[in-house]
């Protein structure tokens, strides 16, 4: 539709693929001045933009909830479908069925997926659907005006809501025990890293879970949160800096979002300071730097360590956690035709008239 | 001996659930069915896996009449459990056929009794190994009444092949019982009950076939594309249907699927990935039962309201709440009506027959993506799950209607000046693009809230009132896609009658019977779609007295009936019942009668 | 000038939401309804955080009559983006007030201008601080309208007073802009509109509340023990309430509590905790709105089949779907009434003022109890989020009925003989035992699946029918529970207005109206719960023709009614629509004299 | 009701609460002869009889499934609700606030709790609900006949199912990422270990999850999975033996269903073969016995990689894996009158009348 167009005649500079940033964007946010969650918006533009992204190769979805209203604040010319409150997997599954070539590129927040979505959000990681899931995470219901969410921290004390009796859920956690096949954990505040996250995450075949703590600047800013801005930043213990090399810096086909490019496997061990590529699924490459220690991506188990130490010793954890470059993403295991199958036609959707004589044949 | 009764009475076995019977059942069913009787059979089974009573209930009618009817001119109890009971439960004058190495007390001198050595004649048996032998001891009881009543044994080879898919193995096997069975019966056995089967030709070029199958065949021919489920009876054999025959009918050359079959994690995601997939383009299909239903209820609410289509199957089985799982009932209809919270209108078609699943199973595809809406398709248990006699399945005489989506040429020409939700031809329908479309006008954003026609969000008083107003238009549009109800119409009819669904042979029974036993004719109205369309209308007002059969305890069609037909309320008169079993005519007789002699 | 227009005007005022302008519209509320003028204030606010237009409209009118109208009088501008709109939207001969800063063409001549410079008297204070300016500044328009129209400002402190719970600071500070507001424009405007207010008498003895607020304090003196629920607009406030006076009323002298109320995870798991807690002898509750009852289906439909009580608030907004989260409807009367796959019967309170939210708030529980079965109470979003005039709430004037429970002593005297489900007397209740009963006979085993009067597993068809026949009964006796219509007869009426809920007011005033204007004289039927007892089927028999006004837009009530009084279903003329805005008298006088006319 | 009661005149032996093992029972099972779940439903009978429990004090509670059905098969005396598929969590979430003396016993099975119950299970255990939550774990939906649950193995094929794309549910694992504060895997066919862990879980104060490998014998016998019987027993890894003691031999009140004594604390660091004894808040114990090595089930992290050593290797391990004794539950938090809260009467439910002129005056 004619909002969804680039402006006419802007003459701006244009990425790989020939779009102006302009192309990228969306809608002006109606979420409060500072929320952390605009500035995820703005990095999803930028990322898309810088990764030579087509805008109509992907399909956004959400919940409801602040941060689920964001889909409608960057890429206009994608599609979207802000759905139902904790059930944007289940949609974001059979859209993507449509076209198996598009990717899908959702948005939640932690009420909309770790509380009412908490199965749905744990069975798009089993099925790994090939997607960006962001978790907007501020440990509030922002648009209900300030509940506890079920990363609430137990003792957290709000005004109007007493004290969160319950244990926090830990999205980075829940998504490693899903075995989902990328995770990280970011913080809004840092948009460099956010950037280049999204970019390697935009270029992974399956589900990318990326949890970022976006302080809720109207409901939960108070000092004893994780998920305020002052706290954040303050706490913030970055795991890596991410930098993301689009494997081909020519046009891209319409077919992929991602540059494809031969594949750049993965070495082994690291040491302190070391730079290490990890190899996506098209060719492209995320390449890591270790800041603090030999943290290998590809260790389950050594993502749950860092996490619970991040837990014990009250500090976040920001990077990338896990990545298991290799699953195939759901519509790969479907074995199906070449063309979209939104886009096949009725003499393929239809068996051939002989069909039926031997379809009754079976019927005694 | 009385008068020989030919074709006219119902089998009933008796068997502990899990023990293989339904081999045997369906054996003696297809037997009768190639014999050329017109027959049903329907299986009265409890919700479990081992070991409760279970029913198999065969009607063989002559003149075609093949409701269930409560009373069993023949039982076969092969269950001490239920051994009592099965006894009392036969007709007078019927025969009680068992397994002889149940030891109770048999206390009727009004039926014919024969005992059976089933153990003795299975043991007896070396070729049988024993862990098959609880499974083929079902087959002397075939063999006995294929004996007693005249049931042809190469039919019942013939139903064997089918059933083992050929397999020789266990064909001998069982045939060899089978006649083990009728020899013991030839020399041990004396007939002193009427009842016999003779063959007829009234079942030729029919086929038999069980609702979920016809409904997923029907699908697959309406080019069903995704289909996403949870587990639940009586759905689940549907999509496991589709599992079976996507493959074998819907591959390409390659080896490659035109279609993607998920089981989701329960309903809430299988109505969530049906509405993904459906906005997406896809012909997106789900089936479920009352209690998914329930749990879709807020995605069907936005499915409604974002425009999106795609088809639900609710086999009904007896509610409210988990209530009788494997139990038929209408129960769902005034839930599906109101299907969500606020004002919604529901599409639904209502099959009446095993060929009508096969014809809604495509066709409720293109209802849905003309009316871009969910179309709701109510069967129940009784046609999902039992076997049915039934015309075989048409080939669709109308190409697909895919609605009306725009692709990129389609962007092109109109510049990309378009509304995801502007009423351009007048009819309610909007037109849609779907995700992959590459035009860079294609893209809109979809949301449950309130939207103007160009997609966008809005909190407009009249905004949303053009919105809600256009829905409405719709859904009188919908009128026009849908099946036409079937009238039958005789001279000199007292009252009319309307019914859906698989209480057709009930009625078609009940009227039969109001007219030759009681001089009461009556016209038929066979509802096939709500909304109602003018015939539907006409028929009522046609009528001063109209009574609405239903399987359900609230007459919730009546209700809706009334609704949309205020002027003539009062002529709308309830026939309700629903106690899980399928229905009976003399259910229906009785109460019309009872009304009639007011 | 013309003639002064006292106490009978509108006054809205368009904020970007957000922006604090709520303390600001309820003083200026809080102190008209001190000054003894009826008053209503509705908050019309888009569904977001900061930013987007939003609006507040006080109805001031000397006769009481305090539905919304369409027409602003006053209107005052503080938002450059509804700017235009909202100098469009004064009705002529209206006055508009506005904050000079917003530089946009002003192009009616028809109507009082009047600029504020509302940011320059804020700088200009040098005792507010920076980061509280934009906060205070709508103080200025409160003390500017205070010293157009005639606001006692010793009213606005008192507003001030309660709003900062006797806190000085604020109040000192609030107060200083209002005086400033005040002063400068006595200094500097002229007045030109014909708009006062005047002191009255007519605000004595009320109090001034929300539905949400109310319905939270009846349940706690309706001793709610146990209350789960999930944040949702326009519900949450019920909850919060809840979370807010409990420990202030219902804690022991220890301290301790007797009760808990449990966020939970969404509202499948809100009402599966209530059912639980229900089942367990407590008082239960939940509220939530339109996607929450949506989700709460399935365990409605078990609470129902398994005689279970709990009480669930559903303050509706605008549906289906998502709709408009932060507008009023009544649109899930048609839903609830059918809520659950299967045959199901709602028991529905309808309270139609904020002193029956809260007497509805404990009786809901007697009700509950008795009955054994949810009970549903349709409040929305105009009751539960604005503020209204109330006649002061009332002490429970009956004990408490907890229902039928047998404890450790009358399990003793039956000698352990009693059945969960048997109808011992008559009326379709059963007894029930609560667990904790540490008697060995007092536990039984509750299900969703068929079970008899003893509470075992059974699929027996007439087992199934003897409990929903019982249900039915139980439905019946409900009525004497609930309750009555409140009933307004006058003589020569032409015909009768059934009505329910929050548009009490605006029926009222169209009453007034007609009768005045047109001479049309009507009785009034205010329902007060469904199933319809036989006072509410009297009042339909009685009238010609009956006008059922409600703010959906397919007649929801209307079609329930008619489904009960065929014989009077033409008689039942839907006045249905809904636009998401508080209803206004004049959309009932209009729609009524349209038919009336015809 | 009559039906529930012990049969009358029987001279049976008793327990140290006055009850025979008669006392314990319940209905005859309906399931498959040789279902994992029966065996299961006799340990708790014993369990129970053993431990002293008195029956009223418990609370039984399942979703829906043949492993739902044994709430039935067990217990006459104790009340029960069968409540819906997947969402027995809520209920008795609920349910247990009526009474807070009593603990509730909630039978579930992997399509109730994995499937469509994951988002209840996980917040039943962030709240540490004070209830047994047994999983019965079978890989398949036994009462729907035989599709895939969310536990069956990826690549695992059933008849008519074909195969299953999706990588399995661990019970353990989302318990412990849960913080679920006693986590146990255990095997149907090894009937003791079942019963003593059941002893030790019945003690526990908050949510014991107990996931038993509980063979479908009608439709998942095959040898590819985990969940038969003949695959069990060879694959089964025990990880110790625990064996149960009573604090108290005599008679108990009936306030308390478990033997009320003294706290035993658990002593710090095991070496092989040692015998460590876990305090549980009622003052029982339970006595754990390393086989393999020094297990300490008080680390979560190292019950992760136990049970990531065990999936990598393609075994199960079973026993204790992690307990988290001193862990208020639920009912604790909410500072509840002694009384419980479904005996409370009117004059403490209704505030009294003076209190009404107050709160109308706070109405302006
Ligand atoms: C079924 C349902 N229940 C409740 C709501 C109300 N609701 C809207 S947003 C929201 C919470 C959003 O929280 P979160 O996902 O954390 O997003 P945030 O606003 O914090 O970004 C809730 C409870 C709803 N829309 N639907
Ligand atoms: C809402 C809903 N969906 C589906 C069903 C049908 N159903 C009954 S039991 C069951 C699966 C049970 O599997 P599991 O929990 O693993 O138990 P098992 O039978 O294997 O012990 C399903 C899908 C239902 N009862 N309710
Ligand atoms: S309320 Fe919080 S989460 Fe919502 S837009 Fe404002 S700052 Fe963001
Ligand atoms: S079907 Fe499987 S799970 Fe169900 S009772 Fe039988 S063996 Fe047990
Ligand atoms: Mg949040
Ligand atoms: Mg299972």
């Given at each position: 539709?004619?909002?969804?167009?680039?402006?006419?005649?802007?003459a701006?500079?244009?990425?790989?693929?020939?779009?102006?940033?302009?192309?990228?964007r969306?809608?002006?946010t109606?979420?409060c001045q500072g929320?952390?969650?605009?500035?995820?918006?703005?990095?999803?533009?930028?990322?898309?933009?810088?990764?030579n992204?087509?805008?109509?190769?992907?399909?956004?979805?959400?919940g409801?909830?602040?941060?689920?209203?964001?889909?409608?604040?960057?890429?206009?010319?994608?599609?979207?479908?802000?759905?139902?409150?904790?059930?944007?997997?289940?949609?974001?599954?059979?859209?993507?069925?449509?076209?198996?070539?598009?990717?899908?590129l959702?948005?939640?927040?932690?009420?909309?997926?770790a509380?009412?979505?908490?199965?749905?959000?744990?069975?798009?990681?089993?099925?790994n659907?090939?997607?960006?899931?962001?978790?907007?995470?501020n440990?509030?219901?922002?648009?209900?005006?300030?509940?506890?969410?079920?990363?609430?921290?137990?003792?957290?004390?709000?005004?109007?809501?007493?004290?969160?009796?319950?244990?926090?859920?830990?999205?980075?956690?829940?998504?490693?025990?899903?075995?989902?096949?990328?995770?990280?954990?970011?913080?809004?505040?840092?948009?460099?890293?956010?950037?280049?996250?999204?970019?390697?995450?935009?270029s992974?075949?399956?589900?990318?879970?990326?949890?970022?703590?976006?302080?809720?600047?109207?409901?939960?800013?108070?000092?004893?949160?994780y998920?305020?801005?002052?706290?954040?930043?303050?706490?913030?213990?970055?795991?890596?800096?991410?930098?993301?090399h689009?494997?081909?810096?020519g046009?891209?086909?319409?077919?992929?979002?991602?540059?494809?490019?031969?594949?750049?496997?993965?070495?082994?061990?690291?040491?302190?300071g070391?730079?290490?590529?990890?190899?996506?699924?098209?060719?492209?490459?995320?390449?890591?730097?270790a800041?603090?220690k030999?943290?290998?991506?590809?260790?389950?188990?050594?993502?749950?360590?860092?996490?619970?130490?991040?837990?014990?010793?009250?500090?976040?954890?920001?990077?990338?956690?896990?990545?298991?470059?290799?699953?195939?993403?759901?519509?790969?295991?479907?074995?199906?035709?070449?063309?979209p199958?939104?886009?096949?036609?009725?003499q393929?959707l239809?068996?051939?008239?002989?069909?039926?004589?031997?379809?009754?044949?079976?019927?005694? | 001996?009385?008068?020989?009764?030919?074709?006219d009475f119902?089998?009933?076995?008796?068997?502990?659930?899990?023990?293989?019977?339904?081999?045997a059942?369906?054996?003696?069913?297809?037997?009768?069915?190639?014999?050329?009787?017109?027959?049903?059979?329907?299986?009265?089974?409890?919700?479990?896996?081992?070991?409760?009573?279970?029913?198999?209930?065969?009607?063989?009618?002559?003149d075609?009449f093949?409701?269930?009817?409560?009373?069993?001119?023949?039982m076969?109890?092969?269950?001490?459990?239920?051994?009592?009971?099965?006894?009392?439960?036969?007709?007078?004058?019927?025969?009680?056929?068992?397994?002889?190495d149940?030891?109770?007390?048999?206390?009727?001198s009004?039926?014919?009794?024969?005992?059976?050595?089933?153990?003795?004649?299975?043991?007896?048996?070396?070729?049988?190994p024993?862990?098959?032998r609880?499974?083929?001891?079902?087959?002397?009881?075939?063999?006995?009444?294929?004996?007693?009543?005249?049931?042809?044994?190469?039919?019942?080879k013939?139903?064997?092949?089918?059933?083992?898919?050929?397999?020789?193995?266990?064909?001998?096997?069982?045939?060899?019982?089978?006649?083990?069975g009728?020899?013991?019966?030839?020399?041990?056995?004396?007939?002193?009950?009427p009842?016999?089967?003779?063959?007829?030709?009234?079942?030729?070029?029919?086929?038999?076939?069980?609702?979920?199958?016809?409904?997923?065949?029907?699908?697959?021919?309406?080019?069903?594309?995704?289909?996403?489920?949870?587990?639940?009876?009586?759905?689940?054999s549907?999509?496991?249907?589709?599992?079976?025959?996507?493959?074998?009918?819907?591959?390409?050359?390659?080896?490659?699927?035109?279609?993607?079959?998920?089981?989701?994690?329960?309903?809430?995601?299988?109505?969530?990935?049906?509405v993904?997939?459906?906005?997406?383009?896809?012909?997106?299909?789900?089936?479920?039962?009352?209690?998914g239903m329930s749990l879709?209820?807020?995605?069907?609410?936005?499915?409604?309201f974002?425009?999106?289509p795609?088809?639900?199957w609710?086999?009904?089985r007896?509610?409210?709440?988990?209530g009788?799982?494997?139990?038929?009932?209408?129960?769902?209809?005034?839930?599906v009506?109101?299907?969500?919270?606020?004002?919604?209108?529901?599409?639904?078609?209502?099959?009446?027959?095993?060929?009508?699943?096969?014809?809604?199973?495509?066709r409720?595809?293109?209802?849905?993506e003309?009316?871009?809406?969910?179309?709701?398709?109510?069967?129940?248990?009784?046609?999902?799950?039992?076997?049915?006699?039934s015309?075989?399945?048409?080939y669709?005489?109308?190409?697909?209607?895919?609605?009306?989506?725009?692709?990129?040429?389609?962007?092109?020409?109109?510049?990309?000046?378009?509304?995801r939700y502007?009423?351009?031809?007048?009819?309610?329908?909007p037109?849609?693009?779907?995700?992959?479309?590459t035009?860079?006008?294609?893209?809109?954003?979809?949301?449950?809230?309130?939207?103007?026609p160009?997609?966008?969000?809005?909190?407009?008083?009249?905004?949303?009132?053009?919105?809600?107003?256009?829905?409405k238009?719709k859904?009188?549009?919908?009128?026009q896609?849908?099946?036409?109800?079937?009238?039958?119409?005789v001279?000199?009819?007292?009252?009319?009658i309307?019914?859906?669904?698989?209480?057709?042979?009930?009625?078609?029974e009940?009227?039969?019977?109001l007219?030759?036993?009681?001089?009461l004719?009556?016209?038929?109205?066979r509802?096939?779609?709500?909304?109602?369309t003018?015939?539907?209308?006409?028929?009522?007002?046609?009528?001063e007295?109209?009574?609405?059969?239903?399987?359900?305890?609230d007459?919730?069609?009546?209700?809706?009936l009334?609704?949309?037909?205020?002027?003539?309320?009062?002529?709308?008169?309830?026939?309700?019942?629903?106690?899980?079993?399928?229905?009976?005519?003399?259910?229906?007789?009785s109460?019309?009668?009872?009304?009639?002699?007011?």
């Amino acid at each position: 539709m004619s909002e969804a167009l680039p402006m006419a005649g802007a003459a701006a500079q244009v990425n790989a693929v020939g779009l102006s940033k302009n192309d990228y964007r969306g809608n002006p946010t109606t979420l409060c001045q500072g929320c952390g969650h605009n500035s995820i918006a703005n990095q999803i533009i930028a990322a898309c933009y810088e990764a030579n992204v087509v805008p109509e190769k992907i399909v956004k979805f959400s919940g409801i909830g602040c941060s689920s209203k964001s889909p409608t604040y960057f890429l206009n010319r994608s599609f979207g479908f802000n759905s139902l409150h904790g059930r944007m997997p289940s949609l974001a599954t059979g859209a993507l069925f449509g076209d198996y070539r598009l990717k899908g590129l959702g948005v939640s927040g932690d009420g909309d997926s770790a509380s009412i979505g908490m199965g749905q959000f744990k069975h798009a990681m089993r099925r790994n659907v090939n997607m960006v899931y962001i978790v907007e995470n501020n440990g509030v219901y922002g648009l209900t005006k300030g509940q506890f969410s079920a990363t609430a921290d137990k003792g957290l004390e709000l005004k109007k809501q007493g004290t969160n009796l319950y244990l926090p859920v830990d999205i980075c956690m829940e998504a490693l025990a899903s075995r989902a096949t990328f995770v990280a954990r970011l913080f809004a505040g840092n948009a460099k890293q956010v950037k280049e996250v999204l970019k390697a995450a935009l270029s992974h075949k399956g589900i990318a879970v990326l949890d970022i703590i976006s302080p809720c600047v109207t409901f939960n800013n108070q000092e004893s949160s994780y998920y305020s801005y002052s706290f954040g930043k303050e706490r913030e213990d970055p795991l890596h800096d991410i930098s993301f090399h689009a494997a081909s810096e020519g046009p891209q086909s319409t077919i992929s979002y991602v540059p494809p490019k031969p594949e750049i496997m993965l070495e082994a061990d690291m040491v302190d300071g070391e730079i290490r590529e990890v190899a996506l699924h098209d060719g492209s490459r995320i390449v890591l730097k270790a800041l603090d220690k030999d943290y290998d991506p590809h260790n389950r188990l050594e993502a749950m360590r860092v996490l619970e130490e991040a837990h014990a010793n009250n500090y976040l954890v920001t990077g990338l956690l896990y990545i298991a470059p290799e699953s195939p993403s759901l519509t790969d295991l479907y074995n199906l035709v070449e063309t979209p199958l939104n886009r096949l036609t009725e003499q393929e959707l239809r068996p051939a008239p002989e069909t039926i004589h031997k379809i009754n044949a079976l019927m005694f | 001996m009385t008068q020989r009764i030919v074709n006219d009475f119902s089998i009933t076995v008796g068997t502990p659930n899990g023990s293989g019977s339904s081999t045997a059942n369906n054996t003696i069913l297809r037997a009768l069915f190639k014999m050329g009787i017109p027959v049903s059979g329907k299986n009265l089974f409890p919700s479990n896996i081992q070991g409760l009573p279970t029913w198999y209930t065969i009607r063989v009618n002559k003149d075609g009449f093949i409701a269930r009817r409560a009373s069993h001119e023949i039982m076969v109890a092969m269950n001490p459990n239920s051994f009592t009971r099965d006894l009392a439960d036969v007709a007078p004058g019927g025969a009680f056929f068992y397994a002889d190495d149940i030891k109770l007390p048999i206390n009727r001198s009004d039926i014919s009794i024969y005992p059976m050595p089933v153990k003795q004649l299975v043991r007896s048996n070396p070729e049988i190994p024993a862990n098959l032998r609880d499974l083929v001891a079902n087959m002397v009881y075939v063999g006995i009444l294929a004996h007693m009543i005249g049931i042809d044994i190469e039919k019942i080879k013939l139903a064997l092949k089918f059933h083992f898919k050929n397999k020789e193995k266990p064909i001998a096997l069982n045939m060899s019982m089978v006649k083990a069975g009728a020899e013991w019966a030839a020399a041990n056995l004396t007939k002193t009950d009427p009842f016999y089967v003779e063959p007829m030709n009234k079942t030729e070029g029919l086929i038999m076939a069980d609702g979920n199958t016809a409904a997923a065949l029907g699908a697959i021919y309406g080019g069903v594309q995704f289909a996403s489920w949870y587990p639940i009876t009586p759905a689940s054999s549907l999509a496991e249907s589709l599992n079976e025959y996507l493959p074998m009918l819907r591959r390409t050359p390659e080896g490659k699927n035109t279609f993607a079959v998920v089981q989701a994690e329960d309903e809430l995601a299988a109505i969530g990935m049906c509405v993904g997939a459906g906005w997406a383009g896809l012909r997106a299909m789900t089936s479920t039962s009352g209690p998914g239903m329930s749990l879709m209820t807020e995605y069907a609410g936005l499915a409604y309201f974002a425009e999106v289509p795609l088809v639900i199957w609710d086999v009904q089985r007896m509610g409210p709440s988990t209530g009788l799982p494997t139990r038929t009932s209408q129960g769902d209809v005034a839930f599906v009506a109101n299907m969500g919270h606020g004002d919604i209108d529901s599409l639904i078609l209502l099959p009446g027959s095993i060929k009508e699943c096969f014809e809604f199973g495509w066709r409720a595809f293109d209802i849905a993506e003309r009316l871009q809406t969910p179309v709701y398709v109510l069967s129940d248990l009784d046609f999902g799950m039992n076997q049915w006699m039934s015309e075989p399945f048409e080939y669709p005489n109308v190409p697909m209607d895919r609605g009306k989506v725009l692709w990129e040429e389609d962007l092109e020409q109109l510049k990309g000046d378009w509304g995801r939700y502007r009423d351009v031809d007048g009819d309610g329908i909007p037109y849609r693009t779907l995700p992959g479309n590459t035009h860079p006008a294609s893209a809109y954003f979809t949301r449950g809230t309130g939207h103007t026609p160009e997609a966008r969000y809005s909190e407009e008083p009249h905004v949303w009132v053009a919105k809600m107003e256009r829905l409405k238009k719709k859904y009188e549009t919908a009128k026009q896609y849908l099946p036409r109800a079937v009238i039958q119409k005789v001279d000199g009819a007292k009252f009319g009658i309307i019914a859906f669904g698989s209480t057709d042979p009930a009625v078609e029974e009940a009227r039969a019977y109001l007219e030759q036993e009681h001089g009461l004719k009556s016209d038929y109205l066979r509802l096939r779609a709500i909304p109602f369309t003018e015939d539907v209308s006409q028929f009522i007002a046609e009528h001063e007295r109209v009574y609405v059969v239903e399987i359900n305890r609230d007459g919730q069609l009546q209700q809706l009936l009334s609704i949309k037909h205020p002027q003539h309320a009062t002529r709308l008169v309830p026939i309700a019942y629903s106690d899980g079993l399928p229905p009976t005519a003399q259910w229906i007789w009785s109460a019309i009668l009872e009304q009639e002699e007011k």
